[in-house]
């Protein structure tokens, strides 16, 4: 604040000696002042697709019957708006995302609010929260085990904006001087019934969830719980600690006491419940040419083993096409859902601005499925030089056994081009 008054004051007293000069000095004293009460942003954005299907695989024939087509193309135009009021100690914040969908099959569009709270801070070091939230807890960059109330990241591009859940919650926060420096208690309070927040889970009931948050000298931690209710109780922990100035280590670790699997045996659903572990492990290191390096292992006792895979692939290889749209119903609660198996090595390498072209950001992003080998490619050039304007061309390759998560994919490849606009 006293750079702005000096500022004010030496161009005072400048201005007879500069007037002459006033078409080449100005100073605006507006662009110093402090932002108003309402604030309005968002993207609208444009993405076209192209796959080319592979019809000898298991799920081309679940998802195309006995159609003969060896391209799809698709295009997307979304709009996502996000707006904030401010009063006093209190924030209404929403996010409004809508998109309309074509392709050579169908036209889908959908528009809701993917955020809708009002949050109130009563001082310092409380604030309290009500309304549809998207909650992020956890440390990983690609899956979130310990992300026990929130929906789940798809791996291939994890920074996509999710759709929350209709929530009542807090925030408490104590700082302090000593190694133990911050303490954080966040309440989470999540109704389930036919009208809100329906999908969730099965059970109507009142959820309720929190997360204790530790800075520990330079080591973030956090203890998070969900109670038994709509999902089964779970528990978990998850930590980043700084083991260098570019070098970062993270993790979670989830528990939940009883799972209950669904299984396609011999055409049969068999269900069976498991106390289930899930635990990622990840480096994320930045070199001094600017390169990013993040590698994740994943692990997910709820996931199917490859046993488990290859026998719903084979049963949907041998179905009549009047099976097939139980087996698709079937296939989308659990086996054709991403990350379906128990073991996962995630790596993404991004450069920015190689050698000296400015605005453009290469990425490299690969998924190996440890379990059947099978995995994922996904080369990205991204450009950024327009203003308000950002440009991704990428493409995805698969790869793997014709009976493996990856290599049972509908589509061998895809190319993909988004324009988005930001403002």
């Known amino acids: 604040m006293k750079h702005l008054v000096h500022l004010v004051r030496l161009s005072i007293f400048c201005t007879p000696l500069l007037a002459h000069a006033a078409d080449d000095f100005s100073f605006d004293l507006s662009a110093y002042a402090a932002p108003g009460p309402f604030e309005l942003n968002g993207y609208a ?6 796959q080319r299907l592979d019809q000898d695989s298991p799920l081309y024939r679940l998802n195309f019957a006995d159609s003969v087509r060896d391209t799809l193309d698709r295009t997307t135009a979304a709009l996502e708006l996000t707006g904030t009021y401010r009063s006093g100690g209190s924030r209404l914040s929403a996010t409004w995302h809508g998109q309309q969908q074509h392709d050579d099959l169908a036209d889908t569009g959908s528009g809701r609010f993917y955020e ?30 310990v992300g026990f109330i929130e929906r789940p990241k798809d791996p ?13 919650g807090a925030d408490f926060i104590h700082t302090s001087g000593g190694d133990l420096h911050t303490v954080a208690f966040t309440p989470v309070l999540l109704p389930v019934s036919d009208e809100v927040n329906d999908d969730f889970g099965p059970e109507r009931a009142l959820n309720a969830a929190a997360k204790l948050y530790l800075l520990y000298r330079d080591v973030d931690i956090d203890l998070l719980w969900l109670s038994e209710g709509s999902r089964p109780g779970r528990a978990g922990l998850d930590f980043s600690a700084n083991l260098a100035a570019n070098l970062e280590l993270h993790g979670e670790y989830a528990y939940i006491g009883a799972h209950e699997q669904t299984l396609l045996v011999a055409g049969s659903l068999v269900s069976r419940t498991i106390a289930a572990r899930s635990w990622l492990l990840g480096l994320r290191y930045l070199t001094e040419r600017d390169t990013t390096w993040i590698a994740e292992y994943y692990h997910d006792d709820r996931g199917y ?15 009549s096409t009047a099976a097939l749209p139980q087996l698709r119903s079937i296939g989308q609660a659990g086996y054709t859902r991403p990350s379906a198996m128990q073991d996962y090595l995630y790596l993404r390498i ?37 203003t308000d304007f950002e440009l991704r061309l990428r493409a995805t ?7 493996s998560e990856f290599g049972a994919k509908p589509n061998d490849s895809r190319i993909e081009l988004r324009v988005r606009y930001s403002f």
């Open 45 to 50: 954005e444009v993405k076209y697709e192209h």
């Open 350 to 386: 991004a450069q920015k601005e190689p050698f000296d072209i400015l605005y453009f950001n290469p990425a490299l992003t690969a998924i190996n499925n440890l379990n059947d080998g099978s995995w994922s490619l996904t080369p990205e050039l991204l450009y950024t030089g327009i």
């Open 397 to 403: 390759l698969l790869g793997g056994g014709r009976l």
């Open 116 to 145: 809708l709270y009002l949050a109130h801070q009563a001082d310092a070091t409380t604030t309290v929260e009500v309304g549809k939230r998207a909650l992020k807890w956890g440390k990983g960059y690609a899956w979130n085990p």
């Open 156 to 168: 291939v591009d994890p920074e996509l904006s999710r759709e929350g859940y209709l929530i009542a």
């Open 305 to 319: 083993t490859q046993d488990e895979m290859e026998d719903f692939l084979r049963q949907v290889d041998g179905a």
